[in-house]
């Protein structure tokens, strides 16, 4: 897989003949996944290498900023669920304010000239362009070959990105996963925080989120991976005596993770964070890659009086996810 940035201004890429797909693929979803699927078949039978063009921003984060739908997943989500379907090429356009200034066929000359396409497969009700002038008949009028893809359902329910934004806002993470076609995670650094959880007896780490705010929050159950190197390895090189609760994977550990604002903590600037807390564990894991799966949700973020009462809830939560990963030994995701 190879991954090229375009702007609207980029001289042309020197790609061979392509078939290409549009679109945010926030989630990279069951529906996305089966656009891909049709991608992959037809640049098979036509001799075509696969293109999937991923917009950053996300057009609604231009135009909305911080009120845009929060995202399901970070640009480096996208492009590691999307490599894995085995396309040839994502192409990242920058979305400023001259891409959206582009017309249907100033987009429909990038298409051409830049990535060399000959077939689309593009999703129900597809527009693009100023004022959402271009649709799959100006493509097919361009000379495009376009293929249409209906809508894919599960349990008589459209998959879409609003729907899983909606599911995970819920708490439902056993639905989440059955419309990605996998269990719910982020990932990101561990980065320095306030360091707060250690004067309460929880020391957490700090994942950065990667996004300007989070489809879920409250308190889950999570197992973590290390990306970049064995986190039980590095928990065991720096201290024998806490190993820490194994995860369901072989390099997981389990803790328990909360995704919030923090309204117990007074600040100034109230910003959404991802902490883990990991019982029995002693370790200097800042700066690792760490990918977090969400396996069980216990409530919402709660705005707890004092120190004191957040300490007395984080215990009880604690406790909570400890039975839960006793009474599920086999978890199977």
């Not at 089966?34 to 293109?51: P, R, S």
């Not at 989120?209 to 973590?224: A, D, F, M, S, T």
């Amino acid at each position: 897989m190879k991954l090229l940035r375009l702007n609207a201004l980029a001289p042309n890429f020197q790609l061979p003949k392509t078939a290409v797909t549009i679109g945010n693929f926030d989630g990279v979803h069951l529906g996305h996944q089966a656009m891909v699927q049709q991608l992959k078949d037809i640049a098979q039978q036509q001799d075509l290498k696969t293109v999937v063009m991923i917009f950053e921003p996300q057009p609604l984060e231009y135009f909305k900023s911080y009120d845009a739908p929060p995202r399901i997943s970070s640009l480096r989500e996208k492009v590691e669920h999307l490599a894995a379907l085995g396309i040839d090429y994502i192409v990242v356009a920058k979305f400023d304010d001259t891409f959206r200034n582009l017309s249907a066929e100033e987009f429909a000359d990038i298409l051409k000239y830049k990535l060399n396409t000959q077939s689309l497969v593009l999703g129900e009700d597809h527009h693009f362009g100023k004022n959402r002038q271009g649709n799959s008949q100006f493509l097919r009028d361009y000379g495009f070959q376009v293929t249409d893809l209906d809508n894919v359902e599960l349990n008589g329910e459209r998959i879409s990105s609003t729907l899983i934004r909606q599911t995970l806002a819920a708490g439902d993470l056993k639905k989440a996963a059955e419309l990605l076609g996998r269990p719910y995670s982020i990932t990101g650094r561990v980065q320095y925080g306030d360091q707060i959880g250690r004067t309460i007896n929880f020391p957490t780490i700090n994942v950065r989120l990667n996004r300007h705010k989070p489809c879920l929050h409250g308190i889950y159950g999570v197992e973590v991976i290390c990306e970049t190197e064995s986190l039980k390895d590095k928990v065991r090189n720096e201290n024998a005596e806490y190993q820490g609760i194994a995860g369901y994977k072989a390099t997981a550990l389990f803790g328990a993770g909360h995704v919030g604002t923090r309204p117990a903590i007074e600040q100034e600037h109230p910003e959404w964070r991802l902490e883990v807390h990991f019982p029995d564990v002693s370790a200097n894991l800042y700066g690792l890659l760490m990918r977090v799966t969400f396996l069980n949700f216990v409530h919402g973020e709660k705005n707890y009086p004092s120190l004191e009462a957040l300490k007395a809830g984080i215990d009880d939560d604690v406790e909570q996810l400890l039975e839960f990963r006793r009474n599920n030994p086999n978890f199977p995701y």
